[in-house]
């Protein structure tokens, strides 16, 4: 971790970026006379750790761009450092040591088993299409592909899972903010999501801006050039909000909700303090196993490896589910700790109680609750013949129902051909 900074500090550099950030600007004299080169070597150690985690290799123009700022000192020597800062900018986090071993293979930390499968489970969108409860098929005419509605009980099961990680998530000190869903493309870049490209996952709109893919980029963007106190830290709040991922699968194990491009989630974010940040890691961790247990449902706990942490996570845990319907294990949540990668690009910082200096902060997010998914776990191992039994700890959220049933309120949809008669 110390590597990333001490590179940028080597070329003098505090990287602009998309928030417009202040460039400390010192003169090529200066820098030559009081700083060493960046050397191979360290280009060598950030190289091994990009392609550890399988992202983008941008080392050999970096290198490039550093023999060119050590022979060129006079015009053009501006654009070279601006166009490194950009390049450092792309680089990812650093990696936790303890994930070095995983080449690409996650670590089963522990499992969870509540209760006992149903046999012949019938998949997620059977069994709601047999309750009228759901409809996915034949909405591309209006509302585009992947998209879905709830029906009924279904829709109050949605909203009862949210009111009851809200209500553990409030229990745990987390101050709930409202977020918007249309945020400028700086902040999502600078939390470490491409917005360009063929692969991004992100919706731009023609204005410029761009739909946010998680809560965690507008809660980020709300402490974006704020200077806190050590005493406040560390700092949780958390956010319910629509996420938008332009991400599609033609997977057969990944079809109906699994995948798709709106869903509601409920996110937790923390700032802390470097000695904060795994702690609080591990809290997020804590309440995230905490949930899913009272709920009943079968799931482990894994450990992710470097190719799976993306740009800002130094280290990340999945929770994957068991889905008797599908037949597998489903991410339903994770949480990561990305050091002060997103502060760094955002100007999140604190003043140090011991000595008064001005210091970048720690970000971490975690997934309480992503909506699709969790339904899907839920439905799939709470089925029982003709109708779904809902877990104990959502019947105060669900009017004091205890059974999903058929809903014959909503009538059902079928599709009719319209002929034109000659």
């Not at 820098?31 to 983008?56: C, F, G, W, Y």
């Not at 450092?88 to 303890?98: D, F, I, S, V």
Request: aromatic share 6%; charged share 25%; hydrophobic share 35%.
């Amino acid at each position: 971790m110390k590597l990333l900074t001490n590179v940028q500090k080597l070329l003098l550099l505090n990287c602009r970026n998309s928030m417009n950030h202040r460039l400390i600007k010192t003169t090529t004299k200066e820098a030559a006379h009081d700083q060493p080169a960046i050397t191979s070597a360290q280009l060598d150690e950030l190289e091994r750790n990009v392609l550890m985690r399988h992202h983008k290799n941008n080392i050999p123009r970096i290198r490039q761009l550093v023999e060119s700022m050590q022979v060129n000192r006079g015009q053009g020597a501006e654009d070279t450092r601006q166009e490194l800062a950009a390049e450092l900018q792309q680089l990812p986090n650093a990696t936790h040591p303890r994930l070095l071993t995983y080449d690409n293979e996650a670590m089963e930390l522990a499992k969870f088993e509540h209760r006992l499968q149903p046999e012949r489970a019938k998949e997620f969108s059977e069994l709601a299409r047999t309750l009228n409860l759901y409809r996915m098929e034949h909405l591309g005419n209006y509302t585009g592909h992947k998209s879905y509605y709830l029906m009924g009980q279904l829709a109050m099961l949605e909203q009862a899972i949210i009111q009851y990680a809200l209500k553990s998530l409030t229990r745990n000190k987390f101050i709930l903010i409202s977020v918007p869903d249309v945020l400028p493309r700086g902040i999502i870049e600078s939390c470490g999501m491409r917005t360009e490209g063929e692969r991004t996952q992100v919706y731009k709109l023609d204005i410029g801006e761009c739909l946010s893919g998680t809560s965690e980029m507008a809660l980020a963007g709300y402490f974006a050039n704020r200077q806190l106190t050590e005493h406040e830290l560390p700092l949780k709040v958390a956010a319910v909000s629509r996420c938008y991922r332009a991400e599609t699968s033609g997977l057969h194990e990944e079809k109906g909700i699994y995948r798709v491009h709106q869903f509601t989630k409920v996110e937790m974010f923390a700032i802390a303090t470097a000695d904060q940040s795994e702690p609080t890691l591990e809290e997020l961790k804590n309440i995230e196993i905490d949930l899913f247990k009272r709920l009943g449902i079968n799931f482990r706990l894994l450990d992710m490896p470097p190719c799976e942490l993306g740009a800002p996570a130094y280290q990340k845990y999945d929770i994957e589910a068991w889905m008797p319907g599908r037949q597998m294990w489903g991410e339903i949540s994770s949480c990561s700790n990305c050091t002060d990668y997103q502060a760094k690009r955002l100007n999140i910082t604190y003043k140090r109680a011991c000595d008064g200096a001005v210091v970048y902060a720690h970000t971490l997010n975690g997934t309480a609750t992503a909506i699709p998914r969790l339904l899907i776990a839920l439905t799939e191992s709470y089925q029982s013949g003709d109708h779904i039994q809902i877990p104990e700890v959502l019947v105060p959220f669900m009017n004091e129902q205890r059974t999903i049933t058929k809903n014959k309120k909503v009538p059902e949809t079928k599709l009719v051909k319209f002929i034109k008669t000659a």
